[in-house]
């Protein structure tokens, strides 16, 4: 299986994927807003088992406000946000930003909360969408 690997942008933490994401997705949720820098959060989703951190420790922080809040883990020193894991940890949605080579992600294959979109977000053309989830 192919290796492919990324980090924080201080380059503290480091971690590596095996094989093709899941699936590639662009999230407009309001709290990924606050992560991405207002746009949409484009991420892959792994299973823990293809998700290795290789460098580092990152810190975890989940919302106590929320039902089921999702564990976002950052770069401990230059803060990064790298990863977004399910509720009950069986998915690690990785942020294409950090990969090495960004350009790896290619194109999202759904695109979804975009009843949290704001005015300024532009929508790819014939990618399916959702309001919230997928079904
Ligand atoms: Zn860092
Ligand atoms: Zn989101």
Redesign the pocket.
């Known amino acids: 299986m192919t290796t492919t690997t990324g980090g924080c942008y201080c380059g503290a933490t480091r971690y590596a994927l095996e094989g093709e994401p899941l699936r590639r997705t662009a999230?407009?949720?309001r709290?990924?807003q606050y992560l991405s820098g207002g746009g949409a959060?484009y991420v892959m989703a792994y299973t823990p088992e293809n998700f290795t951190w290789t460098k580092g420790t990152p810190t975890d922080f989940a919302r106590s406000d929320l039902d089921a809040p999702r564990k976002r883990q950052f770069c401990p020193t230059c803060g990064t946000h790298i990863t977004t894991v399910r509720p009950d940890g069986s998915m690690v949605m990785v942020k294409a930003g950090t990969l090495d080579d960004p350009a790896f992600y290619g194109q999202p294959e759904n695109i979804?909360?975009t009843a949290d979109a704001q005015p300024f977000h532009l929508f790819p053309e014939g990618v399916p969408a959702s309001e919230r989830f997928p079904g």
């Open positions: 999230c407009y949720c709290e990924c959060n979804i909360q």
